[in-house]
Antibody
Framework: QVQLVQSGAEVKKPGASVKVSCKASGYSFTKYYIHWVRQAPGQGLEWMGI????????SYAQKFQGRVAMTRDTSTTTVHMDLSSLRSEDTAVYYC???????????WGQGTMVTVSS | EIVMTQSPATLSVSPGERATLSCRASQSVSSNLAWYQQKPGQAPRLLIY???SRATGIPARFSGSGSGTEFTLTISSLQSEDIAVYYC?????????FGGGTKVEIK
């Protein structure tokens, strides 16, 4: 079935980097864009950026420019999100979601909890 | 950046009654507006796209309306499984933005 499966929870120290993966299955990987959205504990949803799995082009929210990188591996139908220079405010659940450019998000991953703590 | 404002923050509704949720955009987003439902510990789920089109598998008791800057999500007859936080999202302009959410609870 159509699904996005994300990598497991991470605990990182301030200043470190984290890489979250999102494996797509059940559909044509290069046909849909992948977005990343995060949600801090008890808070709302925040859009981080988008990647085109076909050509690899990306666009990031200004807030994350210089700290985030989204890549894809077409051989494994996986998208990766790297976030560097982590601080405590980056503690959140990170979601990948399938959508258009732009369009509503019709499929979401299960979420990956990233905790930043010394 | 387009700011999405949802009201009320919390809505208490009796089972079987109608629930009406509002979402306002700081500038026109045409009909490029989606609604999501999020239950505790789960990822959001798409309910409505294009302001008024139900996503696949979404019950008919959920309906969306509006265009421009004012939007409404209506649950015609609240069921216990509808207890969740509901978010609106605009996808008309970059960056994509979400409202702060409306928590729907049983009265």
């Amino acid at each position: 079935q159509v699904q996005l499966v994300q990598s497991g929870a991470e605990v990182k120290k301030p200043g470190a980097s984290v890489k979250v993966s999102c494996k797509a299955s059940g559909y044509s990987f290069t046909k849909y864009y992948i977005h990343w959205v995060r949600q801090a504990p008890g808070q709302g949803l925040e859009w981080m950026g988008i990647i085109n799995p076909s050509g690899g082009s990306t666009s990031y929210a200004q807030k994350f420019q210089g700290r985030v990188a989204m890549t894809r591996d077409t051989s494994t139908t996986t998208v990766h999100m790297d976030l560097s220079s982590l601080r405590s405010e980056d503690t959140a659940v990170y979601y990948c979601a399938r959508g258009g450019n732009p369009d509503a998000f019709d499929m979401w991953g299960q979420g990956t909890m990233v905790t930043v703590s010394s | 950046e387009i700011v999405m404002t949802q009201s009320p923050a919390t809505l208490s509704v009796s089972p079987g009654e109608r629930a009406t949720l509002s979402c306002r955009a700081s500038q026109s987003v045409s009909s490029n507006l989606a609604w999501y439902q999020q239950k505790p510990g789960q990822a959001p789920r798409l309910l409505i796209y294009g302001a008024s089109s139900r996503a696949t598998g979404i019950p008919a008791r959920f309906s969306g309306s509006g265009s421009g800057t004012e939007f409404t999500l209506t649950i015609s007859s609240l069921q216990s499984e509808d207890i969740a936080v509901y978010y609106c999202q605009q996808y008309n302009n970059w960056p994509l933005t979400f409202g702060g959410g409306t928590k729907v609870e049983i009265k």
